[in-house]
Structures are given as structure tokens and as C-alpha cells.
């Protein structure tokens, strides 16, 4: 009887601790519910809605102060081009997620053809491995996917060999990096790209796409950028003609030959149109909370002007003076 | 063709089934292979009693205590050898509680495996399902058995220099089942499987790319699998040691062994149900 009663215990002990093992194991799987572990994204419609309804009533006094700042601003930017070296990078990333996608629009990770002469990202390109004439397209087929991207660019610094077509170069991490996140939506970019640029060397060619006409520029970028595409990017879509918004908060360094190329801190919103290179907008930010009165002050070839709650006015830094049609409205010194 | 080997098929398990049915209406000897003691173990709560076993086409037990049973399906097994890689799984099921009318059990396991892609591409699953059951005896013919299996689905790829890559997914099955013992031989039964939920698959991955490295994160919608669902009416048949289970129904496929959904569509929403079995 007694045997009996130690035996029906321990059974009811092995019993349990079953039981104990499996909420354990159901935990764990619980665990693998993995989600995506993306960094939210940051907010950039207050910034948007600064460009699309300007709230400052501005005059020649508040010219007066910020004139001289937004000349500096609009130099620094253009010059150092540091939008057309993050623009760049989404580009190819771009390319490069439009490579891996195949004819149906699925993108195809890790794509390889197997048992034809093609491999890896050329698999879903290649349509004699797509057709299977040459092999198969292995790898995992996402049709539609959403999620994101971790981009990691290794700057492309300052040699000028770089522009040489036959120049090879292993990428050199002491030329600085750039690290954007990026999300998917539907298979297309999402509107938003953010990250930062550490310590980012990069050349600028001064006149051209090669330092052979007018030499380069060295130049670096150092901080955080924030990038509004305005929209939802398809893959096969030309960024180079959509306005795109930027908001920078970091140190150019920009070292033309023989000016004083000191670091310029800049803590701006802007936007430009890659393939309009004439083309920038900058956001003024005149309150005493961010984005409580602002403007936008641009440059459009030849014409520059203002847009503010008072109205929108061509303008001339260097005269110091805003007109409309009817002429000049206000002045500054 | 396919629709008519389909149909064929379809019509002999139909027709074994109600010939078997009316073979075991037949009072025939004494031998009570369907009692009190010895019951449906798939789908159910119990488990088999210590020292007993069961060797099937689809699984293979052994008790090891009377409330603690070990199994491993032999589909992983076999298609794995098949396929250069078995996939080794294992199962314990614990009847916690059976007295009176009532059975509870849970049970855990494991399945992992590799699938080779090419020579140097291999994509390795790991599986852990994870479930509770319940059969409630109503009287001596009639018994329910309800229960719920969720499993967690791990997936990686790896091979040459550009490739990795993991996969996660997560589903609930749920399912009932009604068991009626019409003879000693023959009970009928009517299964629901279905499944309320199923996370996002998970991808993660690069893309063949040197300068930008780009490693992605994606998700991807499979929420044609949520709310899959089979009705299976079947048939389970048994002697003094030999019984077969046999069923079909409608639309999903839940594959036994590999705890997978296969969704209606691609078997035509044809949904089987099959083992072969000895227990002893």
C-alpha cells in the first residue's frame, strides 16, 4: 500500500514536472515570435507641414538677422553636396534591391542560380536562369515584402583615383561610414531614410563628374540625417527627379583650395531635386520652439526668394531687398 | 489525370471506409480492441500506458510511465534519408489528468532538419511544437477531444560567402475532434482543425552587395494560412494489435510530423488523413 502510494507520488511528480518543462518550452517558443527589430522612424511630417504652410510673418527686421545665416547654410550645402552623397547611397541600395528582384516583382533573397553559370544577385536578372535553360533560381521569393533595410557605406574618402574606370579600391573604413535605415513597403522604398554619417569623406568634384576638369574638394560629413522621398518609392523610380527633404544635424567639413574650409555645424531642413541642380529650398527657423515660425527661403537658378505667412516674395541676398510684383516690399541692412 | 487519380482515390478510401464500417458492425469475437483502457491517441489526451507500444507508418511510441509517452514521427525520418538529411524529432505527451470522464494532457517536442538547395546552399528548419489537449468521455461510445498546438518555426540558410538568411514563423492550431465507437472495431470520427493565428513570416537577410552592405529585415504577409481549417470525417479501425486510421476531408492539409499547414488550394482542398499502426 505503501509502495503503492510512493509510486502513484512520484509518477504524479514526473507528471508535473512535465508539465513544468513544456510551459517552459511554450515560453520559449513564445520567444521566437520574433518581430522586426527596426528603430522607429523619425517623425518628419511637423517638418513637411513647416514647408507646406510657412507660419512666419516675415520683414526686413527678421531678414536683417537670418540673412547672413541663410547665405551660409545654402554655400554650405551646395557646395559640400552632402545630399547628393546620402541620395547616392539610397540609389544603390535602391539598384541593388531592384537586381534581387525578379520579373514578377517578388524580391529574391539570396538568389543563386543552381545548376546554370550564373550566381548570386545575377540569378534574377538572367533570363537564362529564370527560364531554366541554364539552372534554376534558387534562394528565398518574397512577393510584396515589408520590413527593413540596414545599409552600412563605406565613404569613398578622398583619393581622386576613384574616378579612374580601371581604380579598384578595397573600401577603407578609416574614410568614415554611413549607416541609413531604410524600410520596405509593398516591395518600394519607404518615404523615410534616416541614420547618420560618421566622420564621412567624400570628394566634390568642382566642376564635371571627375576631379580632371577643375579638381575636387575634399569634403565630410559627421552627424545625423533624416530624408523625406516624399512618397513611397518603387524600385524602378528616378530619385534623382523627386524633391526630396532633408534634415541634417551635423558638422560639413568642406575644404575648397584656398578659402578657410573651418567645420560648419549645421542644424537644417532643406530640399532639392538631384537632377535640378540649381534647386534648393531651405527652412528657416525663426521661433523659440522648433518649427513654432518658419519660412522657406529659395534658390532656383538666377531667382531666389522667400515663402512666408505674409506672402511669397522674390528676393536678393545680396541687395538685401524682397520685392513682388509690384516691387520692393522690404529691405535690410 | 491527376483529378481522376484524385477522384479514384477519393472513392476507394470512401469506399474501404463504409466496407470496414459495415465489417465492424458485424458482432464478431469477444476481444475488445476499442475499451475503456485503450484509446485514440492522436488528437486526444491520453498517452499510452507504461511499457506499451505503438509502431506506425506516421509514428512510432513507447510509454515510459503511464501519464508520460515518447514518440518520434517517421515522415521526417524518412524523407529526410530521402533527401541526404533525416530530421531527427522526438515528442513527449503527458496524460496529466485522466479520471473519471476526463483527460488532460500536454505534450512538447522538437523536429529539426536540413533541406540542400545545391552543394553549397543548405537552408536548416527547427521546429517546437508545443500542445494541450483534453478528451472528455461523454459515455461509453461517445468522447470529445479538444486541444491546441502552437508551434514556433525557426529557419536559417547558409552556404557560399554571400549567403544567409533566417526565417520565423509562428501558428495556433486548434482542433476538435468527436469520437464515436460504433463497434468494438470500428470507431468514426470527425475532426475540426483550424487555425485562428499566424505571425508574419520573419526574413532576414543580405543582399549580394559589397558597398553598400545591405542586411534586410522583412516581413512577410501569410495571412492565407490564418483561418485555415480541415473538416475530416474518418475512420479508425481496430484489432487486437493492428489499427488503421483512416480519413479524408476538406480543405487544408495538416501535415502530421512536420506540424505544418499546407493551404486547400494546392491539393485540390483535399485533406487525408492516414496511419497504420500496431500497438502491444
Redesign the interface.
Known sequence: MEFSRQRHYR??I???L??L???S??C???L???????PPAPDLQPVLNAYENPSAVVDGEIMGEVADEIAKAAEEIDDSEIFEEILD?II??QQ??EM?TNENGE?V????C??GAN???ACVDDSDCTDGTDGTC?G?T?????????????CDGWDERQFDPDYEAD?DPANGK?ELTMT?DGGGIGRVVWGTAANCRYLVPGEGDTCEAAGCFEASYNGGVAVDLGDTVPLDEDITELLVTFVVDGVIGFDPIGVDGSPFAIDQSFRVKLADTDGLEILVDIGEQPLEETFTYFFRGTTQGLRARNGTFRCDLEDMVCSDDSGPVFSWQ | MLRRLRTSLLLAIIVAGVTSAGMGLVPNSARAYHTYNVRLLDTTAYSLHRRRVRIGLMKLSYGI????QVSTYTMPWILGAIFEDVAPNLE?K???YNRKRLALS???GFLEGTIR??D??KARYFL?P?SVASSVRINPAVSTHFGGF?????GD?E??D????A??I?FLQLWGMLEWRVSRVVALTFTVRWVPYV?DV??N?????????????????VSELQNAFAVIPGFVFSWDRANIRLGVGYSSFFVEGFFLVVPGDVLSNIAPEFDVFVRF
Open positions: 509518477r504524479a514526473v507528471a508535473r512535465f508539465l518543462a513544456t510551459l518550452l511554450l520559449t517558443a513564445s521566437s515570435c520574433e518581430s522586426l527589430n527596426i547611397v544603390e541600395v541593388e534591391l534581387n524580391l533573397l539570396n538568389g543563386t543552381v545548376g550566381e548570386g544577385s534558387g528565398l518574397l512577393p510584396s515584402p515589408n520590413g527593413g533595410v540596414q545599409v552600412n557605406f563605406i573600401p554611413i520596405l | 510511465i503511464d501519464q508520460l513527449l503527458s496524460t496529466l500536454v505534450s512538447a538547395q545545391s553549397e546552399t517546437i508545443v502552437y508551434t514556433a518555426v525557426n540558410a552556404g557560399g554571400d549567403i544567409e538568411g526565417v520565423v509562428d505571425s520573419v526574413v537577410g543580405t543582399l549580394d552587395a559589397d558597398n553598400p552592405t545591405v542586411a534586410v529585415a522583412l516581413e512577410q504577409d
